[in-house]
């Protein structure tokens, strides 16, 4: 979808003003092919637009004649607001979420006459080819580091994929590559993969190395060294270094790896269930 099709889409951002709707404004608001209409609520959201010079827009008048509308709100909150709002919404309108976890927890909403679209930012890699200090240090993406993004069309026509693509393209730009999946599999990959099981690992590795400071390796060592070999340790096995583990490290692996994980963990993690216990935690806390 070229630019020029795209000329002054109406979208309605909500939470505009928060943590993530900030970040959304500012890669949308100097676009001159959007007409963005900035819903906020909170007195520190609307003070957040201010300093950028943005003035929001009532929610009725923001959603009236909203071609897109941008959910980027806590997750705890997308099912109360969005059976207010998607009643009101024209027909063809495209509600764009940022997690998978609402529409694959069935908390929002469907109208057969609206497009379902969700988009999330799979951050800056690990290994990448960024030069600038900013860059190297934009943590999380869509400033100054290039980042991937996952894509799902959750419900609506075929052709309403490549505008929602577009969208969440500038949202979360700068992006490399844009990866289409369903929102079941995107919800396998968080909070599952990337949340339940990832970030508890690298917590781990955290309370392991302060049990390490805490027997009397200075923290500064004990920090150098671990972080180093966490990477070389990816580097092995997502197979970028082109060469193996060493015998001793193979061996430390099949004797440790027992002790530290239960048998299932995986179905514990992965399975339908287990996932659906999952999300539902998120959306309903």
């Not at 705890?76 to 979420?97: D, F, W």
């Not at 070999?229 to 004797?255: N, Q």
Request: charged share 25%.
């Amino acid at each position: 979808m070229t630019n020029s099709s795209l000329s002054k889409l109406k979208v309605a951002l909500m939470g505009a003003g928060g943590k993530m709707g900030c970040r959304i404004t500012d890669n949308l608001k100097d676009l001159p092919y959007y007409d963005v209409h900035y819903v906020e609520v909170s007195s520190e959201g609307q003070a957040r637009l201010a300093e950028r010079g943005l003035v929001p827009t009532p929610q009725n008048d923001a959603l009236s004649d909203a071609e897109v509308v941008v959910l980027a709100l806590p997750d705890r909150l997308i099912g109360r607001v969005t059976e207010a709002v998607v009643p009101t919404l024209k027909a063809g309108t495209m509600v764009l979420g940022l997690d998978p976890a609402a529409a694959h927890a069935g908390v929002i909403p469907l109208r057969p006459d609206l497009s379902y679209f969700v988009a999330h930012p799979c951050h800056p890699p690990l290994f990448n080819d960024e030069v600038s200090d900013e860059a190297r240090t934009d943590w999380f993406g869509g400033v100054y580091a290039k980042q991937h993004i996952v894509c799902a069309l959750h419900s609506g026509p075929e052709t309403d994929y490549a505008k929602g693509e577009k969208v969440a393209r500038d949202l979360y730009a700068p992006v490399m590559e844009s990866y289409r999946v369903t929102v079941a599999q995107m919800a396998l990959l968080e909070p599952a993969l990337a949340e339940t099981f990832a970030a508890t690992l690298v917590t781990a590795m955290k309370e392991a190395l302060d049990e390490t400071v805490k027997r009397g390796v200075p923290e500064a060592a004990a920090r150098a060294f671990l972080l180093g070999h966490i990477r070389i340790e990816l580097a092995i096995v997502f197979g970028y270094a082109g060469f193996p583990f060493s015998d001793g490290a193979k061996l430390a692996i099949a004797e440790a790896y027992d002790k530290i994980f239960k048998p299932d963990w995986k179905e514990n993690v992965l399975d339908a269930e287990a996932l659906e216990r999952s999300v539902a935690q998120i959306t309903r806390a």
